[in-house]
């Protein structure tokens, strides 16, 4: 089965944490997507189950708003800031109330937006 990893480094001068978690998964959804400037509510497809998620993590080059499911009644609503991604990995506290079957994303940043985001999960948890 294939896998996917997450690297996070952290640092304040003084302590430096760097840490790899690599998760095995049977299903894989990637999606590079540009967004343009005063795009409202673009649909992006995409499809991937909350119950066994891996691995998620999501990011932008320009501050931009993601919406699940729904424009109008989203699932979640994500506000990313530029060059923060959003990560999640198995064991923590869920991202996801449950599966992503689309995404709606807003751009008012100024210029074009290059959305990022990959999640692994097993399809079978």
């Given at each position: 089965?294939?896998t996917?990893?997450a690297?996070?480094?952290?640092?304040?001068?003084?302590?430096?944490i760097n840490?790899?978690v690599t998760?095995t998964?049977?299903?894989?959804?990637?999606?590079?997507e540009?967004i343009?400037?005063?795009?409202t509510?673009?649909?992006?497809?995409?499809?991937f189950?909350?119950?066994?998620?891996?691995?998620?993590?999501?990011?932008s080059?320009?501050?931009?708003?993601v919406?699940t499911?729904?424009?109008g009644?989203?699932?979640?609503t994500?506000?990313?800031k530029?060059?923060?991604?959003v990560?999640?990995?198995?064991?923590?506290?869920?991202?996801l109330?449950?599966?992503?079957?689309?995404?709606?994303?807003t751009?008012?940043?100024?210029?074009?937006?290059?959305f990022?985001?990959i999640?692994?999960?097993?399809v079978?948890?």
């Amino acid at each position: 089965m294939p896998t996917q990893s997450a690297q996070v480094t952290v640092g304040d001068g003084l302590v430096r944490i760097n840490a790899t978690v690599t998760k095995t998964v049977s299903g894989n959804v990637s999606i590079e997507e540009t967004i343009a400037n005063a795009e409202t509510n673009k649909l992006v497809a995409c499809s991937f189950p909350s119950s066994g998620l891996k691995l998620m993590s999501m990011s932008s080059d320009k501050d931009i708003t993601v919406k699940t499911n729904s424009s109008g009644s989203p699932q979640e609503t994500f506000a990313l800031k530029a060059n923060e991604p959003v990560l999640f990995i198995e064991g923590q506290t869920a991202l996801l109330a449950g599966a992503v079957t689309a995404l709606y994303i807003t751009n008012a940043s100024g210029s074009s937006a290059t959305f990022k985001l990959i999640a692994g999960y097993d399809v079978t948890p």
